[in-house]
Structure formats: structure tokens, C-alpha cells
């Protein structure tokens, strides 16, 4: 599973989903309570149907959709897939922000829950900031090295626990090499 921390934003839609796009549509968002947010999120908790963003790394012919995108070539949606919502959380509501606990499955987008979320709450949305805090066995908070830590003995020690961690995952999956034959922690 991963977690994520995420900053939405109501009344604000982009070609992105997230902070970095252009802005393709505004809506009057103070409508929006506390509880409209709350209860909005139970919809998208368990197993659900999502379409991903065409800003993304799913690949078309061999390429990045994104990659289509930034070219300006057209791209279709790709059709809405089933993905897992572990649990979704509201930490903080100060309009238009709003702050996301969330914890998934592999193939999860945040930016398509933000914006699905905004549309439901019959206005838009888009992701401000997004922070992956766990991803496997590894979270950002026990498993970071803090930058005063960057000394050879440290991101030694560091990586011998890692890959402790890894060789107890029972889904390992081998990753590429560049001699056939070989694996790679």
C-alpha cells in the first residue's frame, strides 16, 4: 500500500489536476461545509472505479501519455479502472484547502480523487501539494534520511535496514539490470 498527504483546492480545475497546469474552469465552491467534504469522502473508500488523469505515466504505443500531452498530440481518456482506498481522511478544511489522509493501492491517482471529489461537491478541484509518506514498508518519516545525516557511514547504515525491509517483502518484484541473469535490491 502507499500513503499520501495531499492539499486540495476548491473551485479551481486544471488540464494537470494538480498545481502545475493551466486553469480550465472556476466554480463558486462556499457552498462546500466541513460535513458536505466528510461525507463526500465515504464514496470513494474500498473498492472503486477510477479514470486516470491524462497527465499521467500510463503509456499509449509505447509512450507516456503525459509525454503525448506536453506535445500537444490528442489524447483519449483511458477508460476508469477499479483501484483500492484502504482509508481516506479530512486532517484540516480551510477554504478553498482542504487536507487529505490517504492510503491505496498500486494504480491510485490522488490528483483524479481530488478532482472527482471537487465534482461531486458540484464544483471542482485540483491537488496544491502532494506528499507520499509510505510507500511498501518504507515511510517518510522512519525511513528518510535527514540532509544533516548525508555522511557515507550514515546512508550505509541506512540502506542496510532498507534492504532488510525489502527482502521481507513477500511481493518483491526483480527489478531491471543491466546484465541479464543478475537481480537488483
Keep these: 500500500s502507499q500513503k499520501y498527504t495531499a492539499i486540495g483546492m476548491l473551485g479551481k480545475a486544471t488540464d494537470t489536476l494538480d498545481a502545475t497546469g493551466k486553469v480550465t474552469e472556476e466554480k463558486p465552491y462556499d457552498q462546500v461545509t466541513k460535513g458536505d467534504l466528510e461525507n463526500v469522502l465515504q464514496k470513494f473508500t474500498g473498492d472503486i472505479m477510477q479514470v486516470p488523469p491524462l497527465y499521467s505515466a500510463l503509456k499509449k504505443d509505447g509512450e507516456r501519455l503525459s509525454t503525448l500531452m506536453k506535445r500537444g498530440e490528442a489524447v483519449e481518456a483511458k477508460p476508469a479502472r477499479p483501484v483500492r482506498v484502504y482509508s481516506l481522511s479530512l486532517q484540516q478544511f480551510q477554504p478553498p484547502l482542504f487536507t487529505l489522509d490517504v492510503e491505496c493501492g498500486g494504480g491510485f491517482y490522488v490528483r483524479s480523487l481530488v478532482s472527482d471529489i471537487g465534482k461531486e461537491l458540484s464544483t471542482c478541484a485540483t491537488v496544491q501539494e502532494l506528499t507520499r509518506t509510505k510507500q511498501g514498508p518504507f515511510t517518510l518519516e522512519e525511513h528518510a534520511l535527514q540532509e544533516d545525516k548525508w555522511t557515507i557511514d550514515e546512508i550505509a547504515q541506512s540502506l542496510e535496514h532498507c534492504t532488510a525491509l ?20
Excluded at 525489502?166 to 535490491?185: D, I, M, S
Design 166 to 185: 525489502l527482502l521481507g517483502e513477500p511481493a518483491r518484484k526483480k527489478l531491471k539490470t543491466e546484465h541479464p541473469g543478475e537481480t537488483a535490491v
